[in-house]
């Protein structure tokens, strides 16, 4: 998969989906839902890539 900026995910689509970009946030240019840059699926597969110390702090559980 290949994170393209022009991409993000969408929980409510389920897919990764063009967005609108606010000042805090973005959102599907379908539903209007905020979207993710990656699906939860996904950021557990990047986060085990990644070593414990490098773990943004407030993602972690
Ligand atoms: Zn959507």
Partial sequence: ???DD???W???CKSYVKYLQSYEK???ID???SV???SKEDWEKFRENLPRSD???R???
């Fill in 1 to 3: 998969m290949n994170y």
């Fill in 6 to 8: 022009e991409y993000k």
């Fill in 10 to 12: 969408c929980p409510e």
């Fill in 26 to 28: 973005s959102y599907c």
């Fill in 31 to 33: 539903c209007g839902t």
């Fill in 36 to 38: 993710f840059l990656f």
């Fill in 55 to 57: 773990y943004p702090e």
């Fill in 59 to 61: 993602l972690e559980s």
